[in-house]
DNA sequence: AAATCGGGGAG
DNA sequence: CTCCCAGATTT
């Protein structure tokens, strides 16, 4: 969806011009002039900038709630198909609650962070059991349900339901740490404290949500953090950071170390059409996906018990299929795959042990279940689908 | 406070 | 390659 074009003559009125004295312009307003400030003019650009996003369209607390529980750690781009085919096959949370979670999870396929699937899931059907279908309005009820947190709860409760509430997220971290000059490493507990503060101070009575979206929405479109676009910002005669000079510098986040590497041997084994998957136990990494097994070990003698536990005996002839590498935030698989095919008619073994919990044969695409992204390159490495 | 939990897009 | 995204939850 291409953002909306900015009627450029309009915001040149309201975005103040590069201006030297702009310390002292700063200083010369007392604070509560400065948020007065702040939210008049953010509200204005944003009232001429809005991007036209797929849940900007129905603000009620289903497609609010959906949409924000799909953009945690995600980007829009991203969410946008994800939201629109969601919606049409559950259009509502009744829908939803009486699906098959195999079936939620492979709506989500791909999306990551699958755990979202699942608290999503549990709230659909306990928004449909205890509440009757109706989100609670109050930030305090929402925060109770799975995966609604701090922020989530702040934007279901302004976004759907006008309620006066902050929220504070990756945008509005750097929007706020850059405004106001914050020094402090950004995701310390001093520092998230202070963010909330502002985020609470800021956010008006009148309409709370459209604040709060103008604020992320500047976050993600202007104060950006490679190349901030300060010319164009709303707000630049009001920033610390801009009449400081360093923009480029704040947020302060340190340096995060880098990932372990694991190395993994996954058996793609076929029978006909029909491919050998499991599905992982819930709650840990890929809870509840269904993906050719896969062990951690360092070569393929290392995985020998797996070959054994999925039938492959002497008889069976394995080829190596090549080498798939999977960045996760916290670690990287680097994934042997061996591929084979099974005489047709063999079972799916009954039992393959943590961190499985059952295995049938499946047509990866036809069946009701959620697939990975690692399993989709395994898959693809040992050919075909 | 640190670790876990995906995947991809931009520079 | 690095960074980080409309974070939540567990340890």
Same mark, same amino acid.
Request: hydrophobic share 45%; charged share 25%; aromatic share 6%.
């Given at each position: 969806?291409?953002?909306?074009?900015?009627?450029?003559?309009?915001?040149?009125?309201?975005?103040?011009?590069?201006?030297?004295?702009?310390?002292?312009?700063?200083?010369?307003?007392?604070?509560?002039?400065?948020d007065?400030?702040?939210?008049?003019?953010?509200?204005?650009?944003?009232?001429?900038?809005?991007?036209?996003?797929?849940?900007?369209?129905?603000?009620?607390?289903?497609?609010?709630?959906?949409?924000?529980?799909?953009?945690?750690?995600?980007?829009?781009?991203?969410?946008?198909?994800?939201?629109?085919?969601?919606?049409?096959?559950?259009?509502?949370?009744?829908?939803?609650?009486?699906?098959?979670?195999?079936?939620?999870?492979?709506?989500?396929?791909?999306?990551?962070?699958?755990?979202?699937?699942?608290?999503?899931?549990?709230?659909?059907?306990?928004?449909?059991?205890?509440?009757?279908?109706?989100?609670?309005?109050?930030?305090?009820?929402?925060?109770?349900?799975?995966?609604?947190?701090?922020?989530?709860?702040?934007?279901?409760a302004?976004?759907?339901?006008?309620?006066r509430?902050?929220?504070?997220?990756?945008?509005?971290?750097?929007?706020?740490?850059r405004?106001?000059?914050?020094?402090?490493?950004?995701?310390?507990?001093?520092?998230?404290?202070?963010?909330?503060?502002?985020?609470w101070?800021?956010?008006?009575?009148?309409?709370?949500?459209?604040?709060?979206?103008?604020?992320?929405?500047?976050?993600?479109?202007?104060?950006?953090?490679?190349?901030?676009?300060?010319?164009?910002c709303?707000?630049?005669?009001?920033?610390?950071?801009?009449?400081?000079?360093? @923009?480029?510098?704040?947020?302060?986040?340190?340096?995060?170390?880098?990932?372990?590497?694991?190395?993994?041997?996954?058996?793609?084994?076929?029978?006909?059409?029909?491919?050998?998957?499991?599905?992982?136990?819930?709650?840990?990494?890929?809870?509840?996906?269904?993906?050719?097994?896969? @062990?951690?070990?360092?070569?393929?003698?290392?995985?020998?018990?797996?070959l054994?536990?999925?039938?492959?005996?002497?008889?069976?002839?394995?080829?190596?299929?090549?080498?798939?590498?999977?960045?996760?935030?916290?670690?990287?698989?680097?994934?042997a795959?061996?591929?084979?095919?099974?005489?047709?008619?063999?079972?799916?073994?009954?039992?393959?042990g943590?961190?499985?919990?059952?295995?049938?044969?499946?047509?990866?695409?036809?069946?009701?279940?959620? @697939?990975?992204?690692?399993?989709?390159?395994?898959?693809?490495?040992?050919?075909?689908?």
């Open positions: 969806m291409p953002p909306r074009k900015r009627p450029e003559a309009q915001l040149d009125l309201l975005v103040a011009r590069a201006d030297p004295g702009r310390s002292a312009a700063i200083a010369a307003l007392t604070p509560a002039q400065r007065d400030a702040i939210v008049g003019q953010l509200v204005a650009w944003f009232e001429l900038v809005a991007r036209d996003l797929p849940w900007r369209r129905r603000r009620d607390p289903y497609a609010v709630w959906l949409s924000e529980i799909m953009l945690q750690q995600t980007r829009v781009e991203t969410v946008i198909p994800y939201f629109n085919r969601f919606l049409e096959r559950f259009p509502d949370v009744e829908a939803l609650a009486g699906a098959e979670i195999d079936e939620v999870l492979k709506m989500w396929s791909g999306l990551g962070y699958y755990r979202r699937a699942r608290v999503l899931y549990a709230t659909a059907r306990e928004v449909t059991a205890r509440y009757g279908g109706n989100f609670p309005g109050e930030a305090a009820a929402l925060r109770e349900l799975p995966g609604i947190g701090a922020y989530t709860a702040g934007a279901i302004s976004l759907a339901f006008d309620q509430e902050p929220l504070v997220d990756g945008n509005v971290a750097r929007v706020f740490a405004l106001f000059g914050i020094d402090e490493e950004i995701r310390t507990t001093g520092a998230v404290k202070r963010l909330w503060e502002i985020a101070r800021l956010v008006p009575e009148e309409r709370p949500g459209r604040f709060n979206e103008a604020l992320m929405e500047l976050g993600a479109t202007v104060c950006t953090p490679r190349d901030p676009q300060c010319g164009a709303p707000l630049e005669a009001l920033c610390v950071a801009r009449a400081s000079g360093r @923009v480029m510098e704040l947020p302060r986040i340190d340096a995060k170390k880098k990932v372990p590497v694991v190395k993994m041997v996954a058996v793609v084994l076929r029978r006909g059409p029909l491919v050998l998957l499991a599905r992982r136990e819930e709650g840990g990494l890929f809870g509840g996906l269904w993906e050719p097994p896969m @062990v951690e070990a360092a070569s393929i003698d290392e995985a020998r018990a797996l054994a536990a999925v039938g492959v005996g002497p008889a069976i002839e394995l080829r190596e299929a090549g080498n798939v590498k999977h960045v996760l935030s916290h670690k990287e698989l680097r994934v795959v061996v591929a084979g095919t099974i005489p047709g008619k063999t079972k799916a073994p009954a039992v393959l943590a961190p499985y919990e059952k295995a049938a044969w499946l047509h990866p695409d036809d069946a009701e279940i959620g @697939v990975s992204t690692l399993a989709r390159k395994v898959l693809a490495a040992a050919g075909g689908t």
